[in-house]
């Protein structure tokens, strides 16, 4: 596809993709077995320029297209996608400090996520409520000059090791959506308990895990995103972040093919190779379509984003896809390799339960249908 990237959008695209075939690749596995999320090859990351993508670079960031950091972590999946997704929300979480922090906040916060030396994590989701996003129950009151935090977040990226936390809460009950405010806190702060990083089906390199909010006091100087704005600055990016996941289940479907493809022509199978049989060669032609057709969608998001700023029906209908796409594709993929396709030799098996994770990542299959089946019906509404 012609993307329309520049020269340095290019590069860096290019240094995406050594950086996964020469480092993340040769340590996904260990990283799954181990359930590490991997401070070092984060920082090395960091190393490449792959920090920063959403910051200006007049803030000293790289300021790119949507649809450049899309191509990114579309190389980085195609290694791990729970490393890329790591990476993704340290992104996007930066991107919120230089769109909405004042001068200090941005002193104090990007120069150390620039290098990893800081790790960032998006605390919105809660142990009660995960698709109803506004439904939060984490109170921020005030106290004096500052402000008192209790409550508790579930199904937190970074959780595991993160140093700075961009924490949503509610300062005011009876405003509904319009009390979130969002409070830029370090992690070690007191009051601040990091719960044990869950135990999953896979992708245990996002370092998924919960905090709990006792007392913990922050100053005014902590507020990122005031009360009446904080829920539309975390659903202002989510059109970025799903178009996001669907480019992430390219690449790793990407591989899953690749994968079969090259285990197939090389396979003996009553007198033939694997990829002899039409059977086989049909059911990977299919995960070819579905590959090429999510593709075109999740670029076709990132570009309308880039475009006009949002894009919420292409990026629900590219999530939706593409994680679909991948989750039943690289299931075929892993059938072509036989019961080796179970094996941590290939990166099939890490990669269909990423696609499990995908589904529920930034926004489950079902509200994806909420936003399009909405999109349908509303030319129809004022006949009713």
Known sequence: MDLDLSTREQQLIENATAFARDVVAPQAARWEIERTLPRDALRAAAEQGLTGLLVPEQQGGAGVSYTAMARVVEELSAADMAFAFSIVVHNNFM?????????AQRRRALPAMQSMD????FLLTEPGGGSDAAAIKTTARRDGDGWVIDGAKAWITNAADADILSIYAQTDPSAGWRGIAAFL???HT???VRETPYAMLGGHALGAGGF???????????LLVPPGSGFKAAMAGIDVARANVAAMC???LRTGLDTALAYASERPAFGQTVADFQGVQWQ????????HAARLMAYDATRAIDRDGGAPLPAAHAKKFATRAALTGLAECMQALGANGLKHDHPLARHLAMAKVAQ??????????VVISRALLKPYATAR
């Open 95 to 103: 991107g919120a400090i230089a769109g909405n922090g004042d001068d």
């Open 118 to 121: 800081k790790l960032g994590a």
């Open 185 to 187: 806190v370090d992690a």
């Open 190 to 192: 007191p009051g601040v």
């Open 212 to 222: 709990r909010f006792e007392g913990c006091r922050v100053g005014d100087d902590a």
């Open 250 to 252: 390219c690449g790793m």
């Open 284 to 291: 990977l032609a299919d995960v070819a379509t579905d590959l």
């Open 360 to 369: 529920y990542l930034d926004g489950t299959t079902e509200i994806q249908n």
